[in-house]
């Protein structure tokens, strides 16, 4: 992380998973539309695609781990691990020896190690990351397995896949099958999830392009602007223009 105090324009780095460990700072963090206030010894995790901006008050100091999903292709459990993350967590005083791993993980970077040394540290880390108490709930491997390749599949088809059952079969599961994982693991039915990630991506393309709102409805693939903004305002109760109007207050 650079020590230096200089807010940063909303952006995300398409394609990488992002890890975010913090010594020190201070100021607020915002994911998507969650804003979240920045403290020391506290970790963040960022999934493909998120949006997200600094404002500091206080220098930081930490470490940042941007990566894309093949660098893990040894490791798919720590893939597969990545999303029970939640999007922040604290990191104890009796936890601190993550510290020391993230520096010799960063001089093993900065001396040019082999992908595959720098794949084992990530790895590593990733699980003592997942071993942090308010990282993440304990859950069984299988059923992360398949929530993980449910939202891979939602990354890759959200704009032309909306309808539960494509996604089942896809997995080769049943559409009952794929409820009870949403509901185990987010507490919430895939339909949701589905939802959800479409949103995502409406709200990042209302506050970071001036793309009208007819051309977002296309590039989601509505049938028209109406059915858009109906979707829109059902998940905010804010049509598209309304939100747009909030955010750049």
Known sequence: MKPVIKPTIPHRHAGYHELIFLSKGAGSHTIGDEKFDVTPNTGYYLGLSEVHCWDFSKIPDGYVILFKEEVLSQYPNAVNS????????????????????????????????????????????????????????????????????????????????????????LMKISVRKLNTICKTTLHTNAREVIKERILIEAKNLL???????????????????????????????????????????
Not at 217 to 238: E, G, I
């Open 82 to 169: 990545l999303f029970q993350l939640t999007k922040t967590f604290e990191i104890a005083d009796t936890e601190q020896q993550i510290f020391a791993q993230l520096e010799t993980f960063q001089k093993e970077y900065k001396k040019g190690s082999s992908l595959h040394v720098l794949a084992a540290h990530l790895n590593l880390l990733i699980l003592t990351t997942l071993n942090l108490p308010s990282s993440s709930p304990k859950l069984d491997s299988t059923v992360i397995d398949q929530l993980a390749l449910f939202k891979r599949l939602i990354n890759e088809h959200f704009a032309q896949l909306k309808n539960v059952q494509e996604y089942a079969d």
């Open 207 to 249: 506050t970071h392009t001036n793309n009208q709102v007819t051309e977002i409805a296309y590039s989601l693939n509505f049938t028209d602007s109406s059915n858009f903004v109906k979707f829109f305002k059902q998940q905010t109760n804010l049509t598209p223009l309304e939100y747009r109007s909030k955010i750049k207050v």
